[in-house]
């Protein structure tokens, strides 16, 4: 009786063991929790999402794909952590995660793990500068948007600008950029270089700074939350002045939080958001999406996630096969305009995408966000 | 001049809702010598409740603004001192004669749990205060224009705060409070419950921080799981900085701290605006360790 449960046992063990080496291991660490969970839950949304289709039409290679979230709290120390716990899984790949610090905390376990990482939301230089084979990203680099920000100023005609920051690796990096390619042009003289504290509710003391060396136009770099409340309590000091956010403000809260009204006027740089955008892919993800969760996405970068998975499993089933070193090449070299949910996709040797993805857009007066010529 | 008074009105209006947030703080400590790290969450749960009482009982629309505000008040501010009576019922009370630092470990164990079960109930994306509930008048006064509901919410706060100082100062259960916050054992000795004025310190704390959470929501408009732990630290900063324990300095604190954040920023640089404002602290904390109106830990030692 013992020998036979234990072949019984054994038989379940192999099963097991079996069962397991059928699926692809992908790891999602987003943040779950922490000030930028909506962004995570979004990203987990859109990854089930696709997963849940690919796996309805027979998985890949061959193979079921298999969604392993974990929280990375937006925070470096707890990223870490994450990192390492997906790692011991061993997931093939790892879509994630948003923010900038967060995503080079996690950078290293990674890469000696041989684990490939695509980033979604982490827009800073430096983490590409590294030389890591197994690190890429789908959303562009800063100094890639400091350039569109660079030409906006000009176009609008812009002569005096007020910059603010929030001290976040991410929007003082945007903001320092932008500062640097228009230190050299006497057009723009740039009257007020500052940082606000986020997650403060009242920035009056900042705007009533700001307003007293007279701008035209204000570039804030950091985060909707705060670009809200900016252009909120903006309209109830009476000031009138143009506001242009860098891509972290491209979310429809910021038009909840400021009203319709305040928002009406303000300008920002973002990816395409996803109602831009032609291809009848999206258009039918966003339909699935909708139909699936009762809204359209609200952050590019839940998509952006999206389209990291999408470019790893369109390269697993290229070169057929799991082999990290072999999907890190193709993502590198051979993948040429992936028709990607958010344009084309192609990858550089350094792992950045490649093309020119940024656009403006400007807020109606109905607080619908207008992609501009 | 114009920008000084601007940045003089912004610092009181800030300040104002450090010193009703601090109170919480410096009314638990006074009588527990307890950090009850989970008040910026009460607060938070202040605006979050407002919020759904707001949009579910429409008392504006049933009221008219002021009253509605008013009742929305008082209905926000005993339900967040039902919630801060709990969790003195469930956190701290089982732990009242274990050592200091497991009430410490507690609070933070139930900050983290209010914040998360905030985070779960509402979600984590921002959430909006209806707009256009209070009236959008301002006042123009010294060359600057004030919004009218930034006055109220001074004078709401300052109402509050006189009220919790007459309440402490000439009732009875007033000097019970300060009895139990001098010494524990003799007020015991002298009749009076120390349990259950702790856990009226709990629920007067606690309601004045859901109000300062409610008013925020009401004037910012914009609420997040998250906001309580700026507020929360500048309120303890601001409790420090009056002398902790003692409720006319939570109050002064408060709206000095907010002070010095708005002239800082208004005439040094705004990114240094904390940094600033905690140098003042480090500075009035050497000159006067017990801070500025804190004066009874030199009489226990």
Request: aromatic fraction near 8%; include cysteine.
């Amino acid at each position: 009786m013992k020998r036979i449960s234990f072949v019984v046992l054994a038989m379940f063990i192999m099963l097991g063991s079996a069962h397991a080496a059928e699926t692809v291991k992908i790891g999602l660490m987003a943040p779950m929790t922490g000030s930028w969970a909506s962004e995570g839950a979004e990203m987990k949304q859109v990854c089930d999402l696709l997963a849940e289709q690919v796996n309805a039409k027979g998985g890949v290679a061959g193979k079921k794909i298999e969604v392993i979230t974990e929280d990375d709290g937006g925070v470096p120390q707890t990223a870490a952590l994450a990192a390492q716990r997906l790692a011991a899984l061993k997931v093939t790949v790892v879509i994630g995660t948003y923010g900038s610090a967060v995503t080079e905390a996690s950078q290293n376990i990674f890469d000696e793990q041989k684990i490939i990482q695509i980033a979604n939301g982490s827009t800073a230089i430096r983490l590409t500068e590294k030389g890591l084979k197994y690190f890429l990203r789908t959303c562009p680099r800063d100094d890639e948007q400091a350039k569109v920000a660079a030409q906006t100023i000009r176009k609008l005609g812009v002569k005096k600008l007020a910059i603010l920051h929030d001290n976040s690796t991410y929007a003082k990096g945007l903001a320092d950029e932008t500062k640097g390619l228009l230190a050299a042009d006497k057009g723009v003289e740039i009257v007020f270089f500052d940082a606000l504290t986020p997650k403060e509710q009242d920035y009056t003391t900042v705007l009533t700074k700001m307003k007293s060396f007279q701008p035209e136009m204000v570039f804030f770099t950091g985060y909707y939350g705060e670009a809200g409340l900016l252009l909120k309590q903006a309209k109830q000091m009476n000031w009138k002045v143009t506001f242009m956010g860098g891509d972290a403000t491209n979310n429809p809260d910021l038009v909840k939080s400021a009203g319709k009204d305040a928002s009406a006027g303000f300008y920002f740089l973002s990816a395409p958001l996803p109602k831009d955008l032609p291809s009848e892919d999206a258009k039918a993800f966003l339909a699935a999406f909708t139909k699936k969760y009762g809204n359209p996405p609200n952050s590019i970068y839940a998509v952006l996630a999206g389209d990291g998975l999408r470019v790893v499993l369109e390269a697993i089933a290229k070169t057929n096969s799991t082999d990290t070193g072999k999907v890190a090449d193709y993502l590198h070299k051979n993948l040429k305009d992936f028709p990607g949910l958010t344009g084309k996709i192609s990858f550089n040797e350094k792992g950045d995408r490649v093309g020119e993805v940024y656009r403006v857009y400007k807020v109606n007066e109905e607080g619908l966000f207008i992609l501009q010529p | 001049m114009e920008q000084f008074f601007q940045q003089l009105t912004n610092g009181l209006a800030v300040g104002s809702i450090y010193a009703l947030i601090a109170l919480g703080y410096t009314m638990v400590y006074g009588v527990l010598k307890l950090i009850n790290f989970a008040h910026s969450d009460l607060f938070t749960l202040g605006a979050y409740l407002g919020l759904t009482l707001l949009s579910s009982l429409l008392l504006v629309d049933r009221l008219g603004p002021l009253g509605g505000a008013l009742v929305l008040a008082a209905m926000v501010m005993g339900l967040v001192a039902v919630a801060g009576a709990l969790l003195d019922r469930v956190a701290y009370r089982p732990l009242r004669e274990s050592p200091r630092l497991s009430a410490v470990v507690s609070a933070l164990g139930a900050s983290i749990f209010l914040q998360n079960t905030i985070m779960l109930i509402y979600g984590a994306r921002y959430r909006v205060y209806p707009p256009d509930i209070l009236p959008k008048a301002s006042i123009h006064m010294l060359g600057v224009d004030i919004p009218l509901v930034r006055i109220l919410i001074l004078g709401a706060s300052v109402i509050m705060m006189a009220g919790l100082f007459v309440f402490i100062q000439k009732t009875r259960i007033g000097t019970a409070i300060r009895a139990a916050a001098i010494d524990q054992g003799a007020a015991r000795l002298m009749g009076i419950d120390v349990n259950r004025v702790i856990l009226l310190v709990f629920m007067v704390g606690p309601a004045l921080g859901g109000a300062a959470g409610l008013m925020v929501g009401l004037y910012y408009g914009q609420i997040n799981f998250t906001m309580g732990w700026g507020y929360g630290l500048k309120a303890f900063t601001a409790a420090i900085l009056g002398g902790i324990g003692n409720i006319p300095g939570a109050m002064v604190g408060g709206i000095l701290l907010g002070l010095i954040e708005s002239m800082s920023a208004a005439y040094l640089s705004f990114a240094w605006k904390d940094a600033i404002a905690f140098c003042v602290l480090i500075l009035i904390l050497i000159v006067r360790p017990t801070g500025l109106l804190g004066e009874r830990v030199a009489e226990k030692v």
